[in-house]
């Protein structure tokens, strides 16, 4: 299986790489040092399984994680963090992480990581708090309670419209990276801006923002 390893230290990356390429089912084809890069080389490469870290440059781990699953659902995405607070556990599960280890259990923990998520499964570090494991069941829980969310009613397209336009494109800029009309584009605005139930622009890229599409900070400096 492709493994991909996108963390902003190269020689935590090395390590991890290290780890991996001592198990013949596993080859490390493809890494990157951010968000950003890690989002570009992953749809380039479409790895089986991707090492990703939460606290980089760019793009966060999770942000990274939300966009990709929607290109690439086929693949599994396991988080390895410094990061062991119960809260960034569940946003990474819930946007989409298969595993969740902490850096210090790397060593340990890798393999029996990349085998769980592999087989279909979930895979939680053992060395992290059952808390994490509570906070889980009420989500899912409290979730069936809640309405459908209205992002996964979007289109594909819709979706890509929506990063864009929030992103600061305008109605050209997006036709011109999507090869369709300013007219469509317009349709794909109207129809999403309904089903979110946003009235302006502003409440767009809040939207987006919520949702990790976009990053504030970068976008203000544009």
Same mark, same amino acid.
């Given at each position: 299986? =492709?493994?991909?390893?996108?963390?902003?230290?190269?020689?935590?990356?090395?390590?991890?790489?290290?780890?991996?390429?001592?198990?013949?089912?596993?080859?490390?084809?493809?890494?990157?040092?951010?968000?950003?890069?890690?989002?570009? /080389?992953?749809?380039?490469?479409?790895?089986?399984?991707?090492?990703?870290?939460?606290? $980089?440059?760019?793009?966060?781990?999770? =942000?990274?994680?939300?966009? /990709?699953?929607?290109?690439?659902?086929?693949?599994?995405?396991?988080?390895?963090?410094?990061?062991?607070?119960?809260?960034?556990?569940?946003?990474?599960? =819930?946007?989409? #992480?298969?595993?969740?280890?902490?850096?210090?259990?790397?060593?340990?923990?890798?393999?029996?990581?990349?085998?769980?998520?592999?087989?279909?499964? /979930?895979?939680?570090?053992?060395? /992290?708090?059952?808390?994490?494991?509570? &906070?889980?069941?009420?989500? &899912?829980?409290?979730?069936?309670?809640?309405?459908?969310?209205?992002?996964?009613?979007?289109?594909?397209?819709?979706?890509?419209?929506?990063?864009?336009?929030?992103?600061?494109?305008?109605?050209?800029?997006?036709?011109?990276?999507?090869?369709?009309?300013?007219?469509?584009?317009?349709?794909?605005?109207?129809?999403? $801006?309904?089903?979110?139930?946003?009235?302006?622009?502003?409440?767009?890229?809040?939207? #987006?923002?919520?949702?990790?599409?976009?990053?504030?900070?970068?976008?203000?400096?544009?």
């Amino acid at each position: 299986m =492709q493994i991909m390893i996108v963390d902003d230290h190269p020689l935590f990356r090395e390590g991890l790489k290290a780890i991996v390429n001592r198990d013949a089912k596993y080859t490390v084809a493809v890494e990157a040092g951010d968000g950003r890069e890690g989002i570009r /080389l992953a749809k380039k490469h479409e790895p089986d399984i991707m090492l990703v870290d939460i606290s $980089m440059p760019g793009k966060n781990g999770i =942000q990274m994680i939300r966009e /990709l699953k929607q290109s690439l659902p086929e693949t599994k995405f396991i988080i390895i963090s410094m990061h062991s607070e119960a809260d960034y556990i569940v946003e990474a599960f =819930q946007a989409g #992480a298969t595993g969740y280890m902490v850096k210090e259990s790397a060593a340990a923990q890798l393999i029996k990581g990349l085998d769980t998520v592999a087989a279909g499964e /979930l895979f939680l570090d053992n060395a /992290l708090s059952q808390e994490v494991v509570f &906070k889980l069941m009420q989500t &899912k829980s409290d979730k069936t309670k809640n309405k459908l969310d209205p992002y996964s009613t979007l289109t594909a397209r819709e979706q890509e419209v929506l990063r864009m336009l929030a992103e600061g494109l305008t109605t050209k800029n997006v036709a011109q990276k999507l090869y369709i009309s300013p007219k469509t584009v317009e349709n794909h605005r109207t129809n999403l $801006m309904k089903k979110l139930n946003l009235k302006s622009t502003v409440e767009l890229i809040r939207y #987006a923002a919520r949702l990790g599409l976009i990053d504030l900070d970068t976008w203000a400096i544009q």
